[in-house]
């Protein structure tokens, strides 16, 4: 069982490497990593713990109890059957759970302590000016592993991308998947220097001194350890900048939830304004629209209802535009002050970028201004001393000394040395306030870039803001030419309606004209004739009255239904 497990998860586990492998032809190895060159090292052990949850909760996503990852760079699974890192984390889990059940299954001794702080987590940094691809990162982190003693257990390897430096977080698994013992991690940290110093001294680069005196002393048999004082400021200087960095990260996320909000109460107000002025032209409709067929047909002039009608459509239109310029006005200050923002933290981002650059560059030149005038000064310090040793000779000697002038020859080299040593300072002070110069007009430049950026984005949004307004207005004067068409159209089929009606009307006066003369020969009295003809009249009227009422009002709704079915255009 042993065999097959490890025989199966070793070949995943090349298989992946090869498809992540550059040349996809050969397995990155110790010796092509070293071979590259320019990689330094160094490996942090961060924690133990027994929460692989919690471990992949803070790995996988970004800081501050964040749910995003846009700091993993990729996710890298060991002796494991899935690439999930999810799932990985939670077979991990269930490998420290289920130990003594291993134990049982491989024949192990079941003595011993229950298993506890299964989690081993460590990171591995590269140096600022170095970009390792994935098969190096993860074929160094294989490395570390057999270093370690880990090379059989279950690991996840987590890669960031949130400093200025490469690293690559190790996620593993203290219980072996196989046997269910517990790894002893004694030592881990040396185990970990000396890999590191073998690598610097692979590429032929020596990062770190202070590491290879150490492990010379400890090889020598005495025990060495950093500074404390040294590692509590590299310690505080470490929080304050994960502390930037998470506080960058918050206000990203606060700004984004802001955005978030601003567009849904944005789409809320537009709803809302939207159903109101349904509601109100609705209203509208149903109070104007009586009024105005009882006023045409009270005998009120057609001209005087077209007025009427004309003037609230043109209320209901300024009322639209209103609405319509003030989503504008919103959605470009909104759009307006993202680009600002947008351009604003690129600079932002690009001026702390040249001043990391430029205090590396008075760093490296401190360096080598102490490698290139070290000899000079050696010597100028032991001439100072032989002479300073000469003068202060006594007894005999010193009173031979000055009766020759040896010590007056003694007092002018010494001066002479005195002279040299303000030179040599001289020239270095020369060789700062060079660099400071050019520093300086680095930083002139980038801020006249700075500016011609901005003066280029203010004339963008001009000439975009310009273009908007333009096509608005085109649209805007379609649709005006559009409804006054149809509104031309509507006003002849209503005149259309009502000649119809009156030609009807006349049809009937003249039909009961006619039946009033046939009926006088019939033999019945006049009275009869006038109460027929009253019954008649009145039914006409009764007939041409509700005609012309019906007509003019479905004329009306029809022409208001219209306007108000255009309503605002969702793209103004």
Same mark, same amino acid.
């Given at each position: 069982?042993?065999?097959?497990?490890?025989?199966?998860?070793s070949?995943?586990t090349r298989?992946?490497?090869l498809?992540?492998?550059s040349?996809?032809?050969?397995l990155w190895?110790w010796?092509?990593?070293?071979?590259?060159?320019?990689?330094a090292m160094v490996?942090?052990?961060?924690?133990k713990?027994?929460?692989f949850?919690?471990?992949?909760?803070?790995?996988?996503?970004?800081l501050g109890?964040a749910r995003?990852?846009e700091?993993?760079a990729?996710t890298?699974?060991?002796?494991?059957?899935?690439?999930d890192p999810?799932?990985?984390l939670?077979?991990?889990?269930?490998?420290?759970k289920?130990?003594?059940?291993?134990?049982a299954?491989?024949?192990?001794?079941?003595?011993g302590?229950?298993?506890e702080?299964p989690?081993?987590?460590?990171?591995l940094a590269?140096?600022?000016?170095?970009?390792p691809?994935?098969?190096?990162?993860?074929?160094f982190?294989l490395?570390s592993?057999?270093v370690?003693?880990?090379?059989?257990?279950?690991?996840?390897?987590?890669?960031?991308?949130?400093?200025?430096?490469?690293?690559?977080?190790?996620?593993?698994?203290r219980?072996?998947?196989?046997?269910?013992?517990m790894a002893k991690?004694s030592?881990?940290?040396l185990?970990l220097?000396?890999?590191a110093?073998s690598?610097?001294?692979?590429v032929?680069?020596?990062?770190?001194h202070q590491?290879?005196v150490?492990?010379?002393?400890?090889d020598?048999?005495?025990?060495?350890?950093?500074?404390?004082?040294?590692r509590?400021?590299?310690?505080?200087?470490?929080?304050?900048?994960r502390?930037a960095?998470i506080e960058?990260?918050?206000? $990203?996320?606060?700004?984004?939830e802001q955005?978030?909000?601003?567009e849904?109460?944005?789409q809320?107000i537009a709803?809302?304004?939207?159903?109101?002025?349904d509601?109100?032209?609705?209203?509208?409709?149903?109070?104007e629209s009586?009024r105005?067929v009882?006023?045409?047909?009270?005998g009120?002039?057609?001209?005087?209802?077209?007025?009427?009608?004309a003037?609230?459509?043109?209320r209901k239109e300024?009322?639209?535009?209103?609405l319509?310029?003030a989503?504008?006005?919103?959605?470009?200050?909104h759009?307006?002050a993202?680009?600002w923002?947008?351009?604003n933290?690129?600079q932002?981002?690009?001026?702390?970028?040249?001043?990391?650059?430029q205090?590396?560059a008075?760093t490296?030149l401190?360096?080598?201004?102490?490698e290139?005038?070290a000899?000079?000064?050696?010597?100028?310090e032991?001439?100072?001393?032989?002479?300073r040793?000469?003068?202060?000779t006594?007894?005999?000697r010193g009173?031979v000394?000055?009766?020759i002038g040896?010590?007056?020859t003694f007092?002018?080299q010494?001066?002479?040395?005195k002279?040299?040593?303000?030179n040599?300072e001289?020239?270095?002070e020369?060789?700062?306030?060079?660099?400071?110069?050019?520093q300086?007009?680095q930083r002139?430049?980038?801020?006249?870039?700075?500016?011609a950026?901005?003066q280029?984005l203010?004339k963008?949004?001009c000439?975009v803001?310009?273009?908007?307004?333009?096509?608005?207005?085109?649209?805007e004067?379609?649709r005006?030419?559009?409804?006054?068409?149809?509104?031309?159209?509507?006003?002849?089929?209503?005149?259309?309606?009502? $000649?119809?009606g009156?030609?009807?009307?006349?049809?009937?006066?003249g039909?009961a004209?006619?039946t009033?003369?046939?009926?006088?020969?019939?033999?019945?009295t006049?009275?009869?004739?006038s109460?027929?003809?009253?019954?008649?009249?009145?039914?006409i009227?009764?007939e041409?009255?509700a005609k012309? $009422?019906?007509?003019?009002?479905t004329v009306?709704?029809?022409?208001?239904?219209k306007?108000?079915?255009?309503?605002p255009?969702?793209?103004?």
């Open positions: 069982m042993r065999e097959i497990f490890c025989s199966l998860v070949c995943q298989s992946r490497l498809a992540d492998s040349t996809g032809s050969k190895s010796s092509r990593l070293i071979g590259r060159g320019g990689l490996p942090r052990i961060t924690s713990g027994g929460s949850k919690g471990a992949g909760s803070y790995f996988l996503h970004d109890r995003t990852s700091r993993v990729f890298f699974t060991v002796n494991m059957l899935t690439d999810e799932k990985a939670k077979v991990m889990a269930w490998t420290a289920h130990s003594s059940e291993l134990k299954t491989s024949g192990q001794k079941m003595t302590r229950k298993a702080h989690v081993y987590n460590y990171a590269w140096a600022p000016d170095q970009s691809n994935r098969s190096e990162m993860t074929a982190g490395k592993l057999e370690l003693g880990l090379s059989e257990h279950e690991a996840l390897f987590v890669a960031h991308n949130d400093t200025d430096h490469t690293h690559l977080h190790v996620i593993a698994n219980v072996h998947p196989v046997t269910g013992l991690m030592k881990d940290q185990h220097s000396r890999l110093q690598y610097e001294e692979g032929g680069r020596i990062d770190c590491r290879v150490n492990n010379q002393k400890r020598r048999g005495q025990w060495t350890k950093a500074d404390p004082e040294e509590l400021g590299a310690t505080v200087a470490y929080r304050q900048r502390a960095r960058a990260q918050r206000r $990203a996320g606060a700004l984004a955005r978030r909000r601003i849904q109460i944005r809320d709803c809302s304004v939207r159903t109101d002025f509601r109100a032209s609705a209203r509208d409709d149903c109070r009586p105005l009882q006023r045409q047909v009270l009120l002039t057609e001209e005087h209802a077209r007025e009427r009608v003037a609230r459509r043109a300024e009322d639209r535009r209103t319509i310029d989503k504008r006005a919103e959605r470009w200050r759009y307006e993202e680009r923002q947008s351009l933290d690129k932002t981002e690009r001026c702390e970028g040249l001043h990391e650059i205090a590396d008075r490296r401190e360096h080598r201004l102490t290139k005038y000899c000079a000064e050696a010597a100028i032991r001439r100072t001393s032989v002479l040793c000469g003068l202060g006594r007894g005999l009173v000394d000055r009766a040896k010590h007056a007092a002018r010494l001066l002479l040395q002279h040299a040593r303000t040599l001289a020239q270095k020369r060789e700062r306030e060079a660099l400071r110069m050019r300086a007009t002139e430049a980038q801020r006249q870039r700075q500016e950026e901005r280029r203010a963008r949004l000439d803001k310009d273009r908007q307004d333009t096509a608005f207005e085109e649209r004067q379609a005006a030419t559009k409804l006054a068409g149809e509104a031309r159209l509507v006003h002849e089929q209503a005149k259309d309606k009502v $000649a119809g009156q030609r009807r009307v006349a049809c009937a006066q039909t004209v006619a009033e003369g046939r009926s006088r020969g019939d033999g019945r006049d009275a009869a004739h109460a027929d003809r009253a019954l008649l009249a009145s039914a009227k009764r041409q009255t012309v $009422a019906t007509a003019r009002a009306a709704r029809s022409a208001e239904h306007v108000k079915a255009k309503g255009e969702p793209g103004d």
